[in-house]
């Protein structure tokens, strides 16, 4: 079983919606979990870092992690065009050093 | 500005040919690492790197080879065993204490002629 699995979509919304993107993960040891926004031809950007359970929230994004259904997600509200992007999960899962990443999820904002 | 500098943005590589990618940072980070990406299969760690002089294989490090004799640099190399070497190929960066945190380049396409 891999270490964190993500639906990669992809995902079309219109401007305005709430956007829900999802990742499983397979150990409940599991503490780190980061987002990243990928724009196309663009480097991964750290969106949202959160540790543990419960929410995370900066601006429109809310990072939540779910330990019991070891699930965790990014929703995104009042989406703008501009949020169009791949979105990657990732954690360290049992490392120190080694992110595993998901395949990512495909998002595009219709405006 | 700091950040993580990666060049060329395009390369190109024929039949047989070794090719470096080139990746600084001035974040004063300690840990640099290589990925790959290929469409539909996410990021996959080539080489990484905790400290000057010495780094390690990641999942998917043959066909290629790195050094790390300064902190700042970590380039990489395409040899000519990797056979299908087409990919964005990805540099980060993290700090030794929170190693978890990385950030990224803006990444080297290579393809193959």
Redesign the interface.
Known sequence: QKEVEQDPGPLSVPEGAIVSLNCTYSNSAFQYFMWYRQYSRKGPELLMYTYSSGNKEDGRFTAQVDKSSKYISLFIRDSQPSDSATYLCATPGGSNYKLTFGKGTLLTVNP | DGG?T?SPKYLFRKEGQNVTLSCEQNLNHD?MYWYRQDP????R?IY?S?IVNDFQK?DIAEGYSVSREKKESFPLTVTSAQKNPTA?Y?CASSSARV?????????T?LLVL
Do not use: D, V
Not at chain 2, 40 to 43: H, I, N, R
Not at chain 2, 99 to 107: D, I, L, S
């Open positions: 993580i990666q840990a539909g299969q996410g990021l760690l990484y905790q990641g964005f990805l190693q978890e945190t990385q950030y990224f380049g803006p990444g396409r």
